[in-house]
């Protein structure tokens, strides 16, 4: 999965929570129980999701620069590290 990929799929995934936030708002201020505390709870719900989509998206971007890396090493001329000495 290719970093393009994982933004889209993030993307999707946020939209997907914050129409289903606003649904709920939505029922919640027409059935008359929409409250600061609705509120906040999902400002809430928004919030984590968010934070979980972001630290994915980093490990994610980790692991595969790290196996980018090792393929590299792995797939070289062969000829090792290269040490200076100052």
Do not use: H, N, P
Request: overall charge negative; aromatic content about 4%.
């Amino acid at each position: 999965m290719d970093g393009s990929t994982m933004v889209i799929g993030a993307q999707d995934r946020l939209a997907d929570v914050m129409a289903a936030v606003i649904e709920v708002a939505a029922e919640s201020g027409e059935s008359g129980t929409y409250t600061a505390d609705v509120a906040r709870t999902l400002t809430a719900v928004v919030g984590k999701v968010a934070a979980r989509i972001a630290v994915e998206a980093e490990t994610r971007g980790f692991r595969s620069g790290w196996g980018e890396a090792v393929a590299l090493t792995a797939g070289g001329k062969g000829e090792g590290a290269q040490v200076f000495r100052m």
